[in-house]
Nanobody, 116 residues
Framework: VQLQASGGGLVQAGGSLRLSCTASGRTDSTYPLAWFRQAPGKEREFVASISRSGSITNYADSVKGRFTISRDNAKNAVYLQMNSLKPEDTAVYYC??????????WGQGTLVTVSS
């Protein structure tokens, strides 16, 4: 299974972006999914996660109320709707799948740049 993230770009502060991540290859299993991000010079950090069915979501405090994670299992996809973006949201965003208790399957990342 491979994950492919897309949707990043340059946006002004206060704007919105929607990231997508699709799975290809052997997709007969449904995993909990998440978005992480890594800003320049910083460690990778958790952004949001979603359960297999999509009924349970979790968010980092820094994005609560602004970001929404969702998934479409029929399309093997997970999304991250990002609203009210701030310059501190600038980072490479990665999608990841939780297989067997840890996030050990990662997409290649998509760059989000928020200008002030």
């Amino acid at each position: 299974v491979q994950l492919q993230a897309s949707g990043g770009g340059l946006v002004q502060a206060g704007g919105s972006l929607r990231l997508s991540c699709t799975a290809s290859g052997r997709t007969d299993s449904t995993y909990p999914l998440a978005w992480f991000r890594q800003a320049p010079g910083k460690e990778r950090e958790f952004v949001a996660s979603i359960s297999r069915s999509g009924s349970i979501t979790n968010y980092a405090d820094s994005v609560k109320g602004r970001f929404t994670i969702s998934r479409d299992n029929a399309k093997n996809a997970v999304y991250l709707q990002m609203n009210s973006l701030k310059p501190e949201d600038t980072a490479v965003y990665y999608c990841a799948a939780n297989r067997f208790g840890s996030y050990n399957l990662w997409g290649q990342g998509t760059l989000v740049t928020v200008s002030s």
